[in-house]
């Protein structure tokens, strides 16, 4: 698996979830910018979840295979789902979901890395 | 917060939204994992794993009652949520106590530890907000 895909991945992640809670603080919905920026995040996932199974079926390292491939499923899902919930919603809550749904995605790359074994 | 307080009644709207999905991250985590617990090593840890699923069904019994938000549903995530106050501090002592009783770590053990003690902030947050968004109508008198 990319660690450094990972670390972009969690930056970004992190950058969106910061934009968010911007936008909840001043009482805006879900603007543009944050769709594009969570899009490119929603793309970088699909990679992941294709690199990282190539990587799992490749390695040798003891990594759980079942959870690990469940994490990147689960990450691939976080963004679209929390975008729709998100907008679906004509508050600032709305933009709260979505950093709940950006968080969950950095929390996932650090379980992500510690399945592999390079984590904390 | 004059916002929340223009707020419509549902438990689904407004800052529930954002309750609704950490519920739903969770139910959707726990059920991940006991799930994977009892399929791959379901004999090495029972009582564990079991509570595990248990914690999972609750939590996504609690998630579609708050989304719903119908007198029905609000009801269900009442007994839901207080069913997982419960849970998290009754098995966060036995965590504590017996250190045997649960060998692997589940959603509740150590008071939600693993989970950032999201499972014991969690319930106290639903039922404030189930409190919150409760009809008017319904209230008893006095309040």
């Known amino acids: 698996m990319s660690v450094t895909l990972s670390y972009a991945v969690i930056g970004l992640s992190l950058l969106v979830a910061a934009y968010a809670v911007v936008l909840l603080v001043r009482d805006r919905l879900v603007d543009n910018p944050l769709f594009y920026a969570h899009s490119v995040l ?16 490749r390695t040798g390292r003891d990594v759980e295979g079942i959870t690990f491939v469940g994490y990147l499923v689960t990450a691939v899902l976080a963004p679209p789902v929390s975008i729709v919930w998100g907008v679906a919603d004509k ?8 950093v709940i749904g950006m968080v969950t995605v950095a929390a996932l790359q650090l379980r992500l890395l510690a399945l592999w074994g390079v984590g904390f | 917060m004059s916002h929340l307080a223009e707020q419509s009644r549902s438990t ?7 309750l609704i999905a950490v519920y ?8 991940g994992r006991s799930v994977v617990q009892l399929v791959t090593k379901g004999g090495q840890a029972p009582v564990a794993y079991s509570l595990s699923a ?17 007198p029905g ?4 995530a009442w007994v839901a949520i207080t069913a997982e106050l419960v849970g998290v501090v009754a098995v966060g002592l036995l965590s504590v106590l017996d250190v045997t009783l649960f060998p692997d770590a589940s959603v509740w053990s150590d008071f939600g530890q693993g989970y950032g003690y999201v499972p014991l902030v969690l319930p106290v947050l639903g039922i404030a907000w189930l409190a919150r968004t409760r009809p008017r109508a319904q209230r008893p008198p006095g309040t």
């Not at chain 1, 929603?42 to 079926?57: I, R, S, Y």
């Not at chain 1, 508050?91 to 979505?98: F, K, L, N």
């Not at chain 2, 689904?12 to 954002?18: L, W």
């Not at chain 2, 739903?24 to 059920?31: D, E, R, W």
């Open chain 2, 73 to 76: 549903s609000r009801r269900v």
């Open chain 2, 54 to 70: 248990v914690a999972a069904l609750i939590y996504i019994v609690a998630t579609v009652g708050l989304a719903r938000s119908t």
């Open chain 1, 91 to 98: 508050s600032r809550w709305g933009t709260g979901v979505v």
């Open chain 2, 24 to 31: 739903a991250v969770l139910a959707l985590s726990a059920t």
């Open chain 1, 42 to 57: 929603a793309v970088l996932l699909l990679g992941q979840l294709v690199a990282g199974c190539v990587a799992l079926a």
């Open chain 2, 12 to 18: 689904s709207s407004g800052a529930g939204r954002v």
